[in-house]
C-alpha cells in the first residue's frame, strides 16, 4: 500500500528546441497541500499540462503516476472520471453558462443530486457572492469571482487531487486572501492538493512541502516551513 496520489519521475518536456522541464521528481502524497514556485518561464505550468495530458504527444518524456497508475497517454475527459482537477491559468469557467450552470457541470460526472444540491448551497456559503449572481452568465464576473468559481467548480466532483495554477494571479489583495484561505480549507477537510504558485510566500506558509523550479529543474525541496526559513529561497523568492 502507498498513500502516494501523484508521483513524477524524470519528467522532461521540450517545445521544438526549448526544454521547458529538464527532468524532475516530484510527490504528492494522500492528504497533502504541496506546492511548486519558482520564477516566470521556470516550468510550472508546463508540469501541470505534463500531468493533464494537454500537451502534443512526443514531447513528454518520464513517467506520471496517478493513484499508482501511469497517466501516459490519458485524456483530460478521462482525467475528470479518475477524480483529478485542474484549475487552470486564466480559470477556464465556462463563459456562456450562468454561476449554477457552471456549477452543475463540475458535478456531471455524480449522480447524487441531493449531495450536488447541497453542495451548491455549501460553496454558495462559502462565496456568497457567487449565490447572489447565481444566474449570471460566467464570463461577466470579474476575475476574482471567476476564480473563486473555478474553484468551486472543480471541487463539485469530489477530486482526489487538485491541480491549481496560479490561483493569486491578477487578484486583489483581499482577495488573494480570501482564495488562499479556501485553499486551506480544502485541504483541512483532506483534499489532496498541487498548488503552483508566483505568490511564494502565501503558498509555502498554506503548504505542507514544497518545491522551487528554475529553468526546468527543482532546484530545492522539502517542508514548507524549513523552506520559508531557508536564506536561498528568502533570497531569491521571498524578496528578504
Ligand atoms: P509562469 O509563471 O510565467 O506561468 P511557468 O513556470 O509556468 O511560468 P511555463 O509556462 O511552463 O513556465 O514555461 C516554461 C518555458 O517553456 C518558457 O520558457 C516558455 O516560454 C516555454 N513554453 C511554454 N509553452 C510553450 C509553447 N507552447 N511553445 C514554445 N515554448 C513554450
Redesign the pocket.
Known sequence: MTDSVLKISGLKVA??G?K??KGIDLEVNQGELVTLI??????????L?AITGTLPSGKVEGDIAYLGKSLTGITPFKLIHQRLAMVP?GRGVFTRMSIHENLMMGAFIREDKAGIEADIEKWFSVFPRLKERSAQLAGTLSGGEQQMLAMARALMSHPKLLLL??PSMGLSPIMVEKIFEVIRNVSKEGVTILL?E?NAKLALQAAHRGYV?DS?LITISGEAKALLNDPKVQAAYLGE
Open positions: 517545445y521544438g526549448i521547458a522541464v519558482g520564477a516566470n518561464g521556470a516550468g510550472k505550468t508546463t508540469t499540462k491559468e495554477d496560479e503552483v508566483q523550479m526546468g
